[in-house]
């Protein structure tokens, strides 16, 4: 099983990012899939999450807005556009994969860095 992301790197305040997720290893299409970001000091904390193709989106209070979650099942990949970028969203951003049963992977994450 792997979760490779990517797309992370230093941007300006007000700039854009757009993160993708690479799933292998597992049926992509039957699991729920979500990003997640830890900044230093923080507890990890949920940024979006997506269920299957045609399911609910959840996002945190501090994206709503800004960031868009969606996924390719034929690629077997989930992005996460990040718009109106701030220093607050500086963190490490994690790839969540999740079978709606005891399955949990995780990605290694990609540093997303906000200067003022």
């Known amino acids: 099983v792997k979760l490779v992301e990517s797309g992370g790197g230093v941007v300006h305040a007000g700039g854009s990012l757009r993160l993708s997720c690479i799933a292998s290893?597992?049926?992509?299409?039957?699991?729920?899939m979500s990003w997640y970001r830890q900044a230093p000091g923080k507890k990890r904390e949920l940024v979006a999450g997506?269920?299957?193709?045609?399911?609910?989106?959840e996002y945190g209070d501090a994206v709503k807005g800004r960031f868009t979650i969606d996924r390719d099942d034929a690629q077997n990949t989930v992005y996460l556009q990040m718009n109106l970028l701030k220093p607050d969203d500086t963190a490490v951003y994690y790839c969540?994969?999740?079978?709606?049963?005891?399955?949990?992977?995780w990605g290694q994450g990609t540093q997303v860095t906000v200067s003022e």
């Open positions: 290893g597992f049926e992509f299409s039957g699991y729920a």
């Open positions: 997506l269920r299957r193709a045609d399911g609910d989106i």
């Open positions: 969540h994969a999740w079978n709606y049963g005891p399955l949990i992977y």
